[in-house]
């Protein structure tokens, strides 16, 4: 069983930056592609970040040049840079982690972006 929780929401004014983790525990195992979704009042979880056990990354185009996801295997912790941060970037933010046939999810961080 993976456990996997999040750290580093919270509020900050537009233009500003934060820096997510999330770390697992409760397996010897590298976990496998991590990801970060976000999830906005009144909308669908949306796929923010992607990052692979071999530190291959994909982002959505809304982020794509302000946010940087990273991880740290040694550790099983991965990142997300969130840089030049705007409102519509407020939405609580999750982890998912692939290990073994199955996906684990934090319980989220919430990101607050103020005008």
């Known amino acids: 069983q993976v456990h996997l929780v999040e750290s580093g929401g919270g509020l900050v004014q537009a233009g500003g930056s934060l820096r997510l983790s999330c770390g697992a525990s409760?397996?010897?195992?590298?976990?496998?592609?991590m990801d970060w979704f976000r999830q906005a009042p009144g909308k669908q979880r949306a796929l923010v970040a992607t990052?692979?056990?071999?530190?291959?990354?994909n982002y959505a185009d809304s982020v794509k040049g302000r946010f940087t996801i990273s991880r740290d295997n040694a550790k099983n912790t991965m990142y997300l840079q969130m840089n030049s941060l705007k409102p519509d970037d407020t939405a609580v933010y999750y982890c998912?982690?692939?290990?073994?046939?199955?996906?684990?999810w934090g319980r989220g961080t919430l990101v607050t972006v103020s005008s």
């Open positions: 990052i692979t056990d071999y530190g291959n990354t």
């Open positions: 998912r982690a692939f290990l073994r046939g199955t996906y684990y």
């Open positions: 409760g397996t010897p195992f590298t976990v496998g592609t």
